[in-house]
């Protein structure tokens, strides 16, 4: 339900929209900071009633925008095969 329906996670019951809603919002992210894989990206705004359903505020979703850079490169280094 979550790949399905994380481009419309709001055509979903409320009880299911929360794990799609957070896929939404992380592909949203990405789109908005350009990491990772972003030609699927439709929209550059999260749509408004999802941050409420899964109880975060526009407040949390820049903050995990502003850290993405270096959780991005953090990741980066954890996996790479040079360690």
């Known amino acids: 339900m979550s790949v399905g ?3 419309c996670p709001w055509e ?3 009880q299911n929209r929360i794990l ?3 896929v939404h919002i992380a592909d949203v992210l990405v ?3 350009g990491l990772g894989y972003t030609r699927t990206v439709e ?3 999260v749509e ?3 941050p409420d359903c899964v109880d975060l505020t526009e ?3 820049d903050a995990v925008a502003g850290q ?3 959780a991005v490169l953090e990741a980066h280094r954890l996996l790479s095969s040079d360690n």
């Open 31 to 33: 789109g908005k900071t």
């Open 43 to 45: 929209v550059d705004t």
């Open 59 to 61: 407040a949390d979703l």
């Open 5 to 7: 329906y994380h481009h």
């Open 48 to 50: 408004p009633s999802l």
């Open 12 to 14: 979903l019951d409320e």
């Open 68 to 70: 993405l850079p270096a």
């Open 20 to 22: 799609p809603g957070l």
